[in-house]
């Protein structure tokens, strides 16, 4: 097992206890998020539309840039401050959460890790700015098993030609900037997989059908439409024929980002079944007072406790160059599983109430369903922990 051991010269604080710069930014997202996002929770929701404004804020506070150095307009941030972001946006709204995570963990990180200088001058500062990223790998038919992509790309001269279809792609509808993965050698299998970074007016290319979901409806969730698309080679993020390595090391990253949405959406549901426990009056007492009510919110304040643990650990190891793969997928599971019983535990203490929209723990249980399945589902999480600890 890797166990890593800190440098004897570094100072190792519990997982959650928080520098005082870590204190202020997460209050300061906290606040953010109760007094900004929360009144419009509900509408988003039934309008499945997330309001252009509010994104408008997540550019202004920095929190589309968080990791990105400030010399390409960022906020250089750590990944913990992503996680904590993440995090109280999703006790808020986990579709909030989703629209941040993607652009950090997944979209601005790969830019950063893979991009040549000139991308990065070129693309980071517009990420930080005003431009949305989206992640494009999964299809119709390839989704757990993504290398199987059938999205191709023909190498002409100057310019690669796409032509395929890509499935579910968050923040879709609002995105600038696509990070699309297609395979430009498939007689080279995953070999051939390259990334692209495909601008929305790019010819050929179109944002087509969005999903109408169960759950974060506010994240919009959108097939994109690759008809001879042209690409200048200049667009290729990375190596030809690495993106199947950009894809894997970003999603081992971004799954501790969906641990953090997970583990704040548990964390929101249990706050709001504490605040209701204390108010609602049965048998002349709040329900509160009764035994059962309260070893419920015992159990669920310590699942809540396990799973932000589990993924502050992640991201810490990551942040300290230390192995973090098993770590982060262990986080993504258990938060996930955490967060669909947690919410569903808040449904419950709030009676009939909880199972109405009027209140909003249904919203929470519905969000949670996805953590299970995006990024790698519950299955392809306990394959890679399983190879991890068994090897291959
Ligand atoms: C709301 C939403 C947002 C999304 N956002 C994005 C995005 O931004 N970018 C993107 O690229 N994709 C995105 N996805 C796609 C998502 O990553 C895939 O849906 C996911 O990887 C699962 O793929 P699939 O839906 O094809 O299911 P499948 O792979 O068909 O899986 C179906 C079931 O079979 C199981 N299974 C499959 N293979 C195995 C195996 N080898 N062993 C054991 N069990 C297995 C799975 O665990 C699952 O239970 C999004 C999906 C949704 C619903």
């Not at 942040?319 to 262990?330: N, S």
């Not at 599971?333 to 109430?353: K, L």
């Amino acid at each position: 097992m890797n166990d890593y051991i800190a440098p004897a010269t570094q100072a190792s604080p519990a997982l959650t206890m928080l520098s005082e710069e870590e204190q202020m930014f997460r209050d300061s997202v906290r606040d953010f998020a109760q007094h900004t996002i929360k009144p419009h929770v509900r509408q988003m929701d039934e309008k499945a539309e997330f309001r252009h404004e509010l994104i408008e804020e997540f550019f202004r506070l920095g929190l589309m840039s968080l990791g990105v150095p400030e010399e390409y307009g960022g906020s250089g941030g750590s990944f913990f401050q992503t996680i904590l972001a993440i995090e109280e946006l999703s006790a808020v709204d986990p579709s909030a959460g989703v629209i941040v995570d993607v652009q950090n963990t997944l979209v601005t990180n790969a830019i950063l890790r893979w991009g040549s200088e000139a991308q990065k001058k070129l693309y980071l500062p517009r990420l930080a700015a005003d431009t949305v990223g989206a992640y494009a790998l999964s299809e119709a038919g390839s989704g757990s098993d993504a290398f199987a992509m059938t999205t191709r790309a023909e190498n002409h001269k100057d310019d690669f030609i796409l032509k395929g279809r890509k499935l579910w792609i968050t923040n879709a509808k609002e995105a600038g900037l696509f990070l699309l993965f297609a395979n430009a050698n498939p007689e080279a299998g995953y070999r051939g997989i390259t990334a692209f970074l495909i601008e929305k007016d790019a010819p050929g290319f179109k944002v087509g059908r969005k999903e109408d979901k169960l759950g974060i409806r506010a994240s919009s969730t959108c097939e994109l439409l690759l008809e001879d698309c042209k690409v200048s080679q200049e667009n290729v993020l990375g190596e030809t024929g690495k993106g199947y390595k950009i894809a894997i090391e970003t999603l081992n990253e971004g799954r501790i980002g969906i641990g953090a949405q997970m583990s704040g959406l548990a964390r929101g549901a249990l706050e709001h079944a504490i605040a209701y426990a204390r108010e609602r009056q049965q048998f002349g007492k709040p329900i509160g007072d009764f035994q059962s009510v309260r070893f419920q919110l015992a159990e669920m304040a310590l699942q809540v406790e396990a799973a932000r643990n589990m993924t502050y650990n992640a991201a810490r190891l990551k942040d300290a160059g230390a192995p973090f793969v098993k770590e982060a997928a262990m986080a993504k599971y258990f938060s996930s599983q955490v967060a669909e019983g947690v919410s569903s535990m808040a449904i419950e203490i709030f009676g009939g109430y909880g199972f109405t929209k009027d209140y909003p723990v249904e919203k929470y249980w519905r969000d949670s369903k996805i953590g299970k399945i995006y990024e790698g589902t519950s299955n392809m999480q306990l394959q890679t922990i399983a190879n991890l600890i068994l090897g291959k």
